[in-house]
């Protein structure tokens, strides 16, 4: 935050609050097990989720999001896949694995 009695005239800031960001992640589509991420898609209040992380590192990241994207592929000679993108809503919590 600057004021004209900022030292040297150069604009000094402030931190403020913090963007989390986005995440987003492909999976093989299947209509049957996925059918519940598209409800959340449908809907805009946040949900908990989880990622976890394979060994090593290991841990996983849970954070409450909406889902602000969906993306579907169906090639003709290749697996159907879904793109999906959370906006992450408050501080994520990442649990190291052991």
């Known amino acids: 935050m600057s004021?004209?009695?900022s030292v040297d005239r150069f604009r000094e800031y402030v931190g403020g609050l913090i963007?989390?960001?986005?995440?987003?992640?492909?999976?093989n589509w299947d209509p049957a097990i996925h059918v519940s991420l598209v409800d959340d898609f449908q809907d805009p209040a946040p949900r908990?989720?989880?990622i976890v992380l394979p060994d090593p590192p290991g841990g996983d990241w849970a954070f409450s999001a909406f889902i602000t994207g969906m993306g579907h592929e169906y090639p003709h000679d290749d697996k159907m896949s879904a793109d999906f993108t959370f906006k992450?809503?408050?501080?994520?919590?990442?649990?190291?694995?052991?």
């Open 19 to 27: 963007d989390p960001g986005e995440v987003t992640f492909e999976v």
């Open 48 to 50: 908990n989720y989880m």
């Open 88 to 98: 992450i809503s408050g501080a994520p919590v990442f649990t190291e694995g052991s």
């Open 3 to 5: 004021s004209h009695d």
